[in-house]
């Protein structure tokens, strides 16, 4: 389902609305398969720079197009659609399978699990396509998983930018972090309201 | 400190049962396993560390990835020798076992000891070594025992198959007199990818070298941690404090030298003072306030802090009209000359001119141009031209200060 733009993108509009980026968690973005470890964190950028290809890019290992791209967000977000730039020469991908809010996926997983959506890509070496989603199956995105099982034809997938766009939510769906395990109970830890309000009873 | 799931393929093929590394191939190999989870669970207490057996009736996991040393050390008992190794099947297991490690987060390793000869072939032993590196698993392999035909070529293929980014390692360790663990110290297995080794690694291989089972301090750290702690802890703190000390007491002897020498200086001035006194009436009444100058300029060599730079101007003030209250003053000072912080060097102050003639000016019935006067001045500063050559800095402080 991809869709072109219907004005111009030298519009502010354009980029503004690209900027989930923001909240990508990009210490902690991992990817498998990739050629130079760490260079996945260079596919993430603003929406202006998204044809600048003098930095780094992802690439996969020789002989293998198969990539695996981690990427986790600093709060929840909701996802309207995906956007990719590949290499050209057929390095580009052409497939897409997403997985949502799963952590430790690896290639054997990621091949035998159902995704929450696939597409079907074309060469979009400008930027210019969307593809979108199922909003409501991306309503609160913690982080996402990008599969790209093929290339174009070429012995390695090449990926210069991803984009996202949708909103970013504050809230952040997140192991419950503080919690205190009592062997006995210790009243002093558990006064209500009415035990300190002054009543008749206390608990000391 | 990397954080890392490890998980140790342990060849228990007949091939073990050769003694030609001692005790037994089996029993270094043992020793060496004990050794590598002692290391990885103390370079970071988050590490986990599983076992699994090669041969036998089949590749069997002994221990899940887990911290417990205890635990790892335990399965190591009772194990059998036996069967073949599936050096494949291990490695591919060993995998299996880390993905389904808890922690998402650690990297994942495998170490294999591949005592015995492969018999799988290079083409697959490569692909299984890509699949590894395509899931970003390192492998580190010790080669030792058996030694035929293409194993070292076999296991070379796999590595370079696997090595992303010089993560994964392979040792060759022959037979010989030095046992296994000890060969494997010193090596990038045990170190850890050259991030600087473990203390445990350090310490155990300044043992091996030593040739004596002398842990650093004599407590072996995996017995009792907190005892290997307290140890170190303590050391530290003796040596910070000893290092204080010194240096106190090279201050305390430098000033005492100074001290020394500013009342040589002293005595001479007197000596010249008196025998141009006769021939300067003016010198006469110069000599009095010398007199007194001289011991004003001893007082604020007694003075110790640098704070009490403008008291040293006061009291030398004091000092001049009154003897008695100099002397008592004088008493007081040199009781908190053991107090004196390593600022206050007095000679600095005297070597500096312009708070000598300061002071000088301060003082009542003396004229800073009297010669005799410049005279003092003139040989102050060369007693007190060695010290400052020593401490250059200090002299710029004073000027701040004042």
Redesign the interface.
Known sequence: MACTHDHSCEDHDCSSSWSLYKHIDLSKVTA??EAN?GSVKSVFKAWEERLNSTGEHLES?EG?P?LLVYIPFTSDVKIKSISIVGGADGTSPSKLRVFINR??I???DAQSMQPVQEWDLVENLHGMLEYQTRYSKFQSVANITLHFPESFGSDTTQIHYIGFKGEATQLKRDVVATIVYEITPNPSDHKTRAETGGGLSHVE | MVLEATMICIDNSEWMRNGDYAPSRFQAQADAVNLICGAKTQSNPENTVGVLTMAGKGVRVLVTPTSDLGKILACMHGLEIGGEMNLAAGIQVAQLAL?HRQN?KQQQRIIVFAGSPVMHDKKALEMIG?KL????VALDIVNFGEDDEGKTEKLEALLAAVN??DTSHIVHVPAGPTALSDVLISTPIFTGDGEGGSGFAASAAAAAAGGVSGFEFGVDPNLDPELALALRVSMEEERARQEAAAKQAAEEASKEEKGGEEQDATMTERASEGASEADNKKIEIADDDDTSLQQALAMSMDEPTSSQGLQDTEMSDAAAEDPELALALQLSVQDSTKDSSSQADVSKLLADQSFVSSILASLPGVDPNDPSVKEVLASMQNQSEPQQKQDEDKAPKKEEEK
Request: charged letters at 45%; a positive charge; glycine letters at 4%.
């Open positions: 498998l398969n470890p290992n293998d198969e952590d430790g690896d290639f054997s | 993905k998402k890509k590196k395509k899931n970003s992303n980014n």
